[in-house]
């Protein structure tokens, strides 16, 4: 199992309390601290406005990021989970992500999916088309990015976009572009375009509905024609991690009281409830190693951590890496 660790950007409110002034260096401290260690990959969330609820606290935008870590840090793969492909013209963003790839020597990751935060939506003037809309142009997004990656020039001409002989050069350093990491669990839809286009897949943390997820994706593979054995499959885990159970709680409480100052308290209990559920990574080191195993042995061979405490406190983060990445690398 490989790992890969969120960076705390202020959108699930982990940034609370911290200058704005000093975001950035908290921010790149942690990436160079995940660079020089057992992370394989540091990921951000390509949000606007916070959860649980839309507040003035800080978001910072996904791909000024993608730059900022591709040139302050040298090993670590950068990703974000999830670029919404209908918040940027989708040659726009294969020519965004071609010169983040450059700057980064080839480390850039596509987290691609079909946005859902109805909020940030409409505030930021896109509207909030149906999900069949947005998954649609998802589908043909991701064509034009990977044509455009693979022959640094695109046309294109669908239902949702048309592109006519855009550009992209220099091409991406990553032969055929940065790998495509399709993001959701639509039946339907979703699981058909990764069994078509990804090489990794972002679904279901619980047990039962990552195994099931991931026979819906094999079918999907089988009945398009491609390697279903070849998709990396990836969950994405809250983690709240001590010494003991008491530890734990003592530290959402710690999460909560920073919280709960800028958002409702209900809104954020809500949020805090999925840090704590069964299909989380939080707990002991040995609650949490028995937990990731279940879902190595279903075939999750990638697992993304997200700290909450992470900008404020990194032993939760150095626990995992010493007790729990050990036995499952």
């Known amino acids: 199992m490989r790992f890969g660790l969120f960076i705390p950007q202020g959108w699930r409110l982990d940034l609370v309390d911290i200058p704005t002034e000093n975001h950035w260096p908290v921010m790149r401290e942690l990436a160079t601290y995940a660079d020089n260690g057992a992370w394989d990959s540091l990921w951000v969330y390509d949000h606007f406005h916070t959860v649980p609820m839309p507040t003035d606290e800080a978001t910072h935008e996904a791909w000024s990021l993608m730059s900022a870590y591709a040139a302050t840090t040298s090993r670590i793969k950068l990703g974000q989970m999830c670029t919404a492909m209908s918040y940027r013209n989708p040659a726009y963003l294969a ?3 071609a010169t983040a790839d450059i700057i980064s020597g080839g480390r850039v990751q596509m987290g691609i999916g079909g ?3 109805e909020h940030e939506w409409k505030a930021y003037g896109y509207g909030f088309p149906s999900a069949g809309v947005r998954l649609a142009r998802l589908d043909e997004g991701v064509q034009i990015m990977r044509d455009a990656w693979r022959d640094g020039r695109v046309t294109f001409g ?3 976009y048309d592109v006519d002989g855009a550009i992209v050069a220099p091409k991406p350093l990553q032969d055929g572009g940065p790998p495509l990491w399709i993001a959701g669990g639509g039946e ?7 069994a078509r286009y990804a090489r990794y897949t972002n679904f279901s ?6 195994a099931h997820k991931s026979q819906v994706l094999a ?3 089988r009945d398009v024609g491609t390697d279903y054995d070849a998709i990396v499959r990836s969950s994405n885990f809250n983690a709240v991690i001590g010494e003991s159970e008491a530890d734990v709680e003592d530290r959402i409480a710690r999460i909560r009281d920073k919280q709960v100052g800028v958002a409702n308290e209900q809104a954020v209990d809500n949020m805090l409830n999925m840090i704590k559920s069964p299909d989380s990574a939080s707990g002991t080191p040995e609650q949490v190693v028995e937990k990731l195993k279940r879902m190595r042995d279903l ?5 993304i951590l997200y700290f909450p405490e ?5 032993s939760g983060i150095e626990l995992f890496e010493q007790k729990v990445i050990p036995e499952l690398s």
């Open 115 to 117: 946005g859902w935060y």
């Open 299 to 303: 075939g999750c061979e990638y697992a």
């Open 205 to 210: 943390s619980e047990p039962d509905v990552f």
């Open 310 to 314: 992470a900008a404020y406190d990194r």
């Open 158 to 160: 669908g239902k949702h």
């Open 219 to 221: 079918d999907h593979c």
């Open 95 to 97: 020519k965004v992500a």
């Open 188 to 194: 339907k839809v979703t699981l058909k375009i990764a």
